[in-house]
């Protein structure tokens, strides 16, 4: 991994982290683990 993929990533989850508390309320990790629990089991319908 060069430097400059190294920043990048890493502005990305600060970014995501930023994003998260400005305008989600630090509730997107709330949001997304519901939409993951979704997203299960809707794959173990079609198993």
Known sequence: MTN???IV???LI???FA???FV???DLHIFLGK???VLT???AFWR
């Open 4 to 6: 400059k993929i190294a």
């Open 9 to 11: 990533l890493g502005l």
């Open 14 to 16: 600060v970014g995501i």
């Open 19 to 21: 994003a998260d508390l």
């Open 24 to 26: 989600f309320g630090w």
């Open 35 to 37: 939409k993951l629990m």
């Open 41 to 43: 089991e809707y794959m």
